[in-house]
């Protein structure tokens, strides 16, 4: 029987997406089980940790040098690990980008923690993950280290599929899910009503909501021009400002990551628009709470792909600038693959177009997430049902 889980993967407090990704877990595995875990989360931030997840049995495990630790390349995770009934690997970490760079990538550290964990006696499992990009010899060989030390791999997308496939994982090993932040618990009507009140809008009418990510293109397509900042951020404000004179609607300019809100307010400040502009951050706000915004707007176009699904989890509309595959791939699964663009071809009349068609379109869109939202839902919850088998001492049954 299953006492401890040690969850692996970013816990910072900093991006509001991982903060719903453990909710969301941890709700998830409780619930399958039919009783409260105890949850070991490496972190760089103890106080994060124990104040959001004040519902759930929560243990800290201080990440910072001084405890000599590197992130996750340290004693104290080595430790939570080996002493953990089960590791579980969550979020879109393992990636081959600056490798050997222990406080950006996790995947050179992770090919070292999970075999320690086996070795130790304990369960190794991959929770709904992203993965992939991989392009190195490297890489390869550590995230096949990473599989095969793994009981069981659920993966969120086919495009995660793909890369497992590319370095030799064997097809009957992984399941393709669901992100596990679409079954992120929420607050209730009430809290919305008083969150909307505070920041000024009316959410019994229309708004629009807008989400950017300082990575621009840089993840996109290795082969495109990495584009400045100051013309990404002038096509977008272009853009939303020639939207804006035709859907005198409020605006909501929302940052679910620290590191976008300096980029979210150099946008606001080139917005030249009649109706109110509101900025919002999950500085201010939880991951609970942004998720209650979300779910009361007209439509959130959005690259953050975390903002998406805890927009679309609600069954609000959604529309999307991919700046990673991982973002399309959410699309198709949600049958709304016309509702994501890319960069390319970037352009003020492209974006323009792109949005106000997607504006048109929020019905149909939200009548297409009611439909598949529920079952992605559904499929996020395998990865759950895998701990459960785990914790009846079952084998996990042959896949076709």
């Known amino acids: 029987?299953?006492?401890?889980?040690?969850?692996?993967?970013?816990?910072?407090?900093?991006?509001?997406?991982?903060?719903?990704?453990?909710?969301?877990?941890?709700?998830?595995?409780?619930?399958?089980?039919?009783?409260?875990?105890?949850?070991?989360?490496?972190?760089?931030?103890?106080?994060?940790?124990?104040?959001?997840?004040?519902?759930?049995?929560?243990?800290?495990?201080?990440?910072?040098?001084?405890?000599?630790?590197?992130?996750?390349?340290?004693?104290?995770?080595?430790?939570?690990?080996?002493?953990?009934?089960?590791?579980?690997?969550?979020?879109?970490?393992?990636?081959?980008?600056?490798?050997?760079?222990?406080?950006?990538?996790?995947l050179s550290s992770l090919a070292w923690l999970l075999p320690a964990a086996k070795k130790a006696g304990r369960h190794v499992g991959l929770y709904n993950c992203g993965v992939g990009p991989i392009t190195t010899p490297a890489g390869a060989r550590m995230l096949k280290k990473v599989c095969d030390a793994c009981d069981f791999m659920t993966v969120r997308d086919e495009g995660s599929a793909d890369v497992l496939r590319e370095v030799g994982v064997a097809e009957e090993r992984f399941t393709v899910t669901a992100d596990a932040a679409l079954n992120a618990p929420g607050i209730p009507d009430d809290e919305i009503e008083k969150l909307f009140a505070s920041i000024g809008l009316n959410p019994s009418r229309e708004i629009l909501a807008l989400n950017i990510n300082k990575y621009l293109n840089t993840w996109s397509d290795q082969r495109q021009r990495k584009m400045a900042t100051d013309e990404f951020l002038d096509v977008m404000a272009e853009a939303i400002n020639r939207l804006a004179a035709e859907i005198a609607v409020p605006l909501l300019l929302i940052s679910t990551y620290h590191g976008d809100i300096p980029l979210t307010e150099a946008l606001r400040r080139r917005l030249r628009v009649v109706q109110p502009v509101v900025m919002i951050d999950n500085k201010q706000f939880d991951h609970y709470q942004i998720k209650g915004l979300l779910s009361r707007v007209s439509l959130l176009f959005a690259m953050r792909l975390h903002a998406m699904i805890l927009a679309s989890a609600s069954g609000t509309p959604i529309a999307g600038l991919a700046y990673q595959p991982k973002v399309r791939h959410y699309f198709e699964h949600a049958g709304i693959a016309d509702a994501c663009t890319d960069f390319e071809n970037f352009s003020v009349d492209r974006l323009f177009g792109f949005m106000k068609r997607c504006w048109q379109d929020r019905e149909a869109i939200r009548r297409t997430l009611a439909v598949q939202v529920p079952i992605m839902q559904r499929r996020a919850m395998v990865a759950a049902d895998e701990v459960a088998r785990l914790d009846a001492g079952l084998k996990a049954p042959a896949r076709e």
């Not at 453990?22 to 490496?42: K, N, T």
């Not at 590197?70 to 009934?85: H, N």
């Open 1 to 106: 029987m299953l006492e401890t889980v040690c969850l692996l993967g970013s816990a910072a407090g900093r991006n509001a997406g991982d903060a719903a990704l453990l909710s969301g877990i941890m709700a998830a595995i409780d619930q399958r089980l039919g009783r409260p875990l105890l949850y070991r989360i490496p972190t760089l931030f103890p106080s994060f940790v124990r104040t959001s997840y004040r519902k759930n049995r929560v243990e800290a495990v201080g990440v910072m040098p001084w405890t000599g630790s590197l992130k996750l390349m340290g004693i104290p995770t080595y430790r939570a690990v080996t002493r953990s009934d089960l590791s579980l690997v969550f979020d879109a970490v393992l990636f081959d980008r600056s490798l050997y760079n222990p406080m950006f990538n996790f």
